[in-house]
């Protein structure tokens, strides 16, 4: 049986989950959490097999959250499902060591083919993804800009580009505002621009608002 805990803070996607997950006779839900605090509290007494965690859960950001989970809990294995688009953030979070990332658009069979995949040990994408993975757009130049930033990097863009300050930044993140200040310039000159307004215009045309 593979046990399952999933962590979004959207009602309405848990009671799906455990709706589309309930009769599966080898897949079982043995918990849910709707924040970063009560996730890490079901940790305490739980051991899921995989964690499907919601990239933008509440209180931690999802790859900070990944991070604290491979740290305290290596042996869980996490598939990020999210809202967000794949293309910006998939490879941000399988570097960070997620197993997977689904679509909260995939199909159900793509959910329980990546749930058993990752079970077994093995890493899952989508036939989309892979076949960006495989050949260089480039002339889509967002991603191209994307591809130079480290997963660090992504993690201060969108959380700058969702209106927080420093001071918030670094907080969310467990970081000083000095770093986060230097992330901020390294972010200005990678992405080619010399004020925050321009950087907040590179966020937006990478996805991240």
């Known amino acids: 049986m593979i ?6 803070n959207h009602p309405i996607i848990r009671m799906g989950v455990r709706q589309v997950l309930e009769p599966v006779s080898d897949i079982e839900v043995i918990a849910d959490a709707s924040t970063t605090t009560e996730l890490f509290q ?5 051991t899921p097999d995989i964690i499907l965690l919601e990239m933008d859960i509440p209180e931690i950001n999802g790859i ?11 042996s ?30 995939s199909d159900v069979d793509y959910i329980l083919s990546a749930i058993r995949k ?29 591809r130079k930033l480290s997963t660090r990097e992504v993690e201060v863009l969108k959380l700058l580009a969702s ?3 420093n001071k918030e930044v670094a907080l969310g993140l467990d ?35």
């Open 3 to 8: 046990k399952i805990l999933v962590a979004d």
């Open 42 to 46: 079901q940790l305490e007494t739980l």
């Open 163 to 165: 209106g927080k300050r």
């Open 175 to 209: 970081l000083n505002e000095k770093t986060v200040s230097t992330y901020k310039a390294r972010l200005m000159r990678k992405l080619n621009v010399d004020n925050i307004v321009d950087l907040l215009q590179q966020a937006k045309a990478l996805e991240l608002y």
């Open 118 to 146: 990752v079970s077994a040990g093995s890493m899952f994408i989508t036939n989309e993804l892979a076949q960006r993975l495989a050949f260089d757009e480039s002339t889509q130049k967002p991603r191209r800009f994307f």
């Open 64 to 74: 900070a959250t990944l991070r604290k989970i491979k740290k305290e809990y290596p």
């Open 76 to 105: 869980i294995k996490v598939i990020i499902y999210s809202g967000q688009s794949e293309d910006v953030y998939a490879l941000s979070t399988i570097r960070a060591g997620a197993f997977g990332y689904l679509s909260k658009a």
